[in-house]
């Protein structure tokens, strides 16, 4: 129970449209990492269940580029806060959307990523 996962697809701009998803995993073959980025403000993760406030951890869904070509969207795991202090890890914007009518029980979110890496294997 140390680890708290999420789930974040949807996008602001986007909705659920993955094919529009905008954020990007770039292939850094130097150092054998993907690079987690939201290129524009359209690109935020937008509603994902639990990454207001619990999240440690949660799968991005992103467009694979590996040497300038897109591959495709794939599921990556990023760690998004601390697991003992829950801060967000360096690199990386998320809170609470407030008050949901009717649906307060759940700590639906937002988060971003800038060039946030984490390692292939």
């Known amino acids: 129970m140390r680890i708290l996962g999420g789930y974040a697809q949807t996008e602001l701009g986007h909705g659920s449209d993955v094919s529009g998803l905008e954020t990007t995993a770039t292939y850094d073959i130097k150092t054998d990492e993907f690079i987690i980025h939201t290129p524009n403000p359209k690109?935020?993760?937008?509603?994902?269940?639990?990454?207001?406030?619990?999240?440690?951890?949660?799968?991005?869904?992103?467009?694979?580029?590996?040497?300038?070509?897109?591959?495709?969207?794939?599921?990556?795991?990023?760690?998004?806060?601390?697991?003992?202090?829950?801060?967000?890890?360096?690199?990386?914007?998320?809170?609470?959307?407030?008050p949901k009518f009717g649906y307060n029980s759940k700590n639906n979110g937002w988060c971003s990523f800038d060039q946030v890496r984490i390692p292939r294997d």
Not at 46 to 69: E, Q, R, S, Y
Not at 79 to 95: A, V, Y
Request: charged share 20%; hydrophobic share 45%.
């Open 43 to 98: 690109a935020t993760k937008w509603w994902p269940g639990d990454i207001g406030i619990h999240c440690t951890h949660t799968i991005v869904f992103a467009k694979l580029v590996i040497d300038k070509n897109v591959f495709g969207v794939l599921p990556f795991l990023v760690q998004l806060r601390d697991c003992d202090t829950f801060m967000p890890c360096e690199g990386i914007k998320c809170g609470d959307m407030g």
